[in-house]
């Protein structure tokens, strides 16, 4: 696995690749998991090459003490990369990725201003922004989202249409734990006892329930309940248990 750190270097790799190699690309902040592994596996699969990048995107952090306390784990995440025979690694900086000091930006007008935008003011303009950077720059001809974070894959996969890009957007199941907790990196900050009572938000929130009793019956359980929310056929949660935020989403079949 070849690790790349700037910009300008991966572009000069990426030149000499060849048209008929495919590149799969999965864009994180580190922190990896099987979540992670997963889209890394799919990636692999369907790609001549592929492609991880790990940077913790400031400008996606609407509250700066989520961004000071976002878990930090290169050495793990290297040794996870390795062995599913990642190719290339890209790890940007700051100063590499942001140039222009954030003056520039990605927005949209309407999916990003519900549910999860209007929870997190300019969450949605640092995750666009961000990742169109990470596709201009890599130009992959496949990119691997998680659908945990499923208003997030639907605007980045708008985006990619909205401006014409060759990489095609491809959303990817969310893996979860024998509970039915989506996988994330914020998991790690619980501690053991709350790990545990943080179990209930999957049992309760994929209860044949409304979203009206669900947060009645989350708020019982020690939750704060940011909302529950049914939206083209899916329902969307987001809540908070001892000050870190979990979010899940669900398909309507009924």
């Known amino acids: 696995m070849q690790i790349v750190k700037t910009a300008e270097e991966f572009k000069a790799i990426r030149k000499s690749i060849a048209d008929t190699q495919s590149i799969g690309f999965v864009p994180t902040m580190g922190n990896l998991h099987d979540g992670h592994a997963s889209l890394l596996a799919k990636a692999k699969l369907e790609n001549t090459l592929t492609v991880l990048s ?3 995107n400031p400008t996606q952090f609407n509250n700066p003490e989520d961004f000071k306390h976002y878990p930090k784990s290169l050495d793990h995440d290297i040794t996870l990369a390795e062995a599913l025979n990642t190719d290339y690694l890209f790890l940007p900086n700051n100063r590499d990725i942001y140039p222009d000091n ?3 930006k990605i927005t949209e007008s309407e999916l990003s201003r ?4 209007k929870f997190r003011p300019g969450h949605f303009e640092g995750v666009l922004t961000i990742v169109l950077k990470l596709l201009l720059i890599t130009k992959p001809t496949r990119a691997y989202f998680g659908e945990k974070d499923y208003q997030q894959f639907i605007l980045v996969k708008n985006m990619a249409q909205a401006f014409f890009l060759d990489t095609q957007i491809i959303g990817c199941e969310t893996i979860r734990n024998e509970n039915k907790l989506p996988l994330s990196s914020r998991n790690n900050r619980f501690t053991a006892e709350q790990f545990e009572k943080v179990q209930n938000f999957p049992k309760i929130f994929h209860d044949n329930l409304s979203p009206e009793e669900i947060t009645a019956e989350l708020m019982k359980a020690g939750f704060e309940v940011e909302y529950i929310q049914d939206y083209h056929s899916r329902r969307f ?12 989403n669900v398909e309507i079949t009924s």
């Open 114 to 117: 519900i549910l999860e935008g």
């Open 54 to 56: 790990i940077f913790i």
């Open 237 to 248: 949660a987001a809540v908070k248990f001892g000050g870190i935020r979990l979010i899940d």
């Open 102 to 104: 954030y003056n520039y």
